[in-house]
Nanobody
Framework: QVHLVESGGGLVQAGGSLRLSCAAS????????MAWYRQAPGNQRELVAR????????????VKGRFTISRDHAARDHADNMLYLQMNNLKPEDTAIYYC????????????WGQGTQVTVSS
């Protein structure tokens, strides 16, 4: 199992920036991919950005060019492993609860989620 804890959410004005962090612990050696999802009120949870082992990333069209996902491999030898989401030029439509997610185990079949962190962008 992988335990995920997000932090860094908050209230920001449109055009501003925030950096979300996700601390992963547990069987982090078996993590094959990590991602950020978000869910706005009344909407389904959607993929924001994903990074797989080796560093390949992909983004939703709505955040491409504004958000950057990264993983702290320097922490690989420690109990925690970090995932980040740098969010620039934020828009009111980015307002949502942001969740960290990890795939792990054989074939990446295992999946765990964090508790979420609120991001609110005011116009």
């Amino acid at each position: 199992q992988v335990h995920l804890v997000e932090s860094g959410g908050g209230l920001v004005q449109a055009g501003g920036s925030l950096r979300l962090s996700c601390a992963a612990s547990g069987t982090i050696y078996s993590i094959s991919a990590m991602a950020w999802y978000r869910q706005a009120p009344g909407n389904q949870r959607e993929l924001v950005a994903r990074i797989i082992r080796g560093g390949t990333t992909n983004y939703s069209d709505s955040v491409k060019g504004r958000f950057t996902i990264s993983r702290d491999h320097a922490a690989r030898d420690h109990a925690d492993n970090m995932l980040y989401l740098q969010m620039n030029n934020l828009k009111p439509e980015d307002t949502a609860i942001y969740y960290c997610q990890a795939n792990y185990g054989l074939g990446g079949q295992g999946s765990d989620w964090g508790q979420g962190t609120q991001v609110t962008v005011s116009s």
